[in-house]
């Protein structure tokens, strides 16, 4: 009895560690992408160096990318870089996968284009969602920002946004299209559509 007592706390203990193993896990990816967010929000487009970029690669581990059919290279007067950040157990859990994806663009030494893509994908469409901000010198609307939206619910509720950025949109668009909600990246966190992840105001822009 003593040793199947010893085996059981055993057991609970081993449990425990891998519980709390994971909660850690979590947290640390999730305030990880946090403070990269806030990191590629403050780069300005057309200011910010090929060394700021680098640093940023350094930091959060971006690597060069420039499709899966060529060789990755990056050079002060043209490089792309790639960052990701998921809940690697969460996504093997096979019910829903979530990731953000990251780009970084850097033209003749200079910052011209950032992008995020932040992707959930599960067995139910309902639930699907894909949320796109390009940030680039090159937006030539006249508002200095667009919001796309499609695959629309019977609610109103989108599947698919997109915000295009140029260098003159307002301060309050920019802050809420990099204002993303990033607790799902934790086991315990169920997010399920775009008011999980992302302020209800900036779709109805």
């Known amino acids: 009895m003593y040793k199947k007592h ?11 560690a891998l519980v709390a193993g994971f909660w850690w896990m979590g947290i640390r990816q999730r305030e990880r992408a946090r403070a990269f967010l806030k990191d590629l929000a403050s780069l300005q ?22 499709g899966p ?18 809940n690697a157990l969460k996504n093997r859990q096979g019910e829903r996968t979530l990731s ?13 284009r950032k992008q995020i893509d932040l992707t959930l994908m599960t067995t139910t469409w309902a639930t699907q969602f894909l949320y796109t901000l390009v940030d680039s010198v090159s937006l030539a609307d006249p508002r200095g920002y667009h ?28 802050k809420s299209a990099y204002s993303i909600n990033l ?20 779709w109805s822009q």
């Open 183 to 202: 607790s799902c990246l934790t086991l315990w966190h169920r997010c399920d559509g775009p008011n999980d992840f992302i302020p209800p105001g900036l």
């Open 45 to 66: 487009l057309g200011t910010s160096t090929f060394s700021d970029a680098q640093q940023l690669a350094r930091k959060y581990g971006g690597k060069p990318y420039n």
């Open 147 to 174: 919001v796309t939206i499609s695959k629309v619910q019977a609610h109103g509720i989108p599947h698919v946004l997109e915000v295009r950025l140029g260098p003159t949109a307002p301060a309050a668009v920019r």
């Open 69 to 86: 059919a060529r060789e990755p290279t990056c050079s002060v007067d043209d490089c792309d870089l790639s960052f990701l950040f998921e």
């Open 100 to 112: 953000l994806d990251a780009g970084l663009t850097v033209k003749n030494g200079k910052v011209v």
């Open 6 to 16: 010893v085996i059981w706390l055993a057991s609970v203990g081993v449990l425990c």
